[in-house]
């Protein structure tokens, strides 16, 4: 006897194969972006929501949840869109004009 494979259908979450996980209302606000705010800012759902006029707060919730239950997916989004930019970063560095014109960092 096979196992019976369920696919679970999270609400207000849209997943498609080879894509990252998205909001069904919005579809350019990824899963990724929301737990970004959650994990690194150490927003709640209530502040994104807050900050994010467009979201409602069962969509947040559902992004974290989604989240919850694939953290890999999303931290492996996070780190592979992290090292992107860096990329991007060291391609092109700032203009020395631009880095004379920066106010000196206060420690």
Same mark, same amino acid.
């Given at each position: 006897?096979?196992?019976?494979?369920?696919?679970?259908?999270?609400?207000?979450?849209?997943?498609?194969?080879?894509?990252?996980?998205?909001?069904?209302?919005?579809?350019?606000?990824?899963?990724?972006?929301?737990?970004?705010?959650?994990?690194? #800012?150490?927003?709640? /759902?209530?502040?994104? &929501?807050?900050?994010?006029?467009? =979201?409602? +707060?069962?969509?947040?919730?559902? *992004?974290?949840?989604?989240?919850?239950?694939?953290?890999?997916?999303?931290?492996?989004?996070?780190?592979?869109?992290? #090292?992107?930019?860096? /990329?991007?970063?060291? &391609?092109?560095?700032?203009?020395? =004009?631009? +880095?004379?014109?920066?106010?000196? *960092?206060?420690?």
């Amino acid at each position: 006897v096979l196992p019976m494979v369920l696919e679970l259908k999270y609400p207000h979450i849209a997943k498609h194969p080879d894509a990252p996980a998205c909001l069904e209302r919005h579809p350019r606000t990824r899963v990724g972006m929301i737990v970004a705010d959650y994990l690194y #800012r150490g927003w709640s /759902a209530e502040e994104i &929501a807050r900050q994010y006029r467009y =979201l409602s +707060l069962a969509e947040v919730h559902a *992004a974290l949840t989604y989240y919850f239950d694939h953290p890999e997916e999303i931290e492996n989004e996070l780190l592979v869109e992290d #090292r992107e930019v860096e /990329a991007w970063r060291q &391609a092109h560095p700032t203009a020395p =004009l631009l +880095l004379r014109l920066k106010p000196p *960092a206060h420690h």
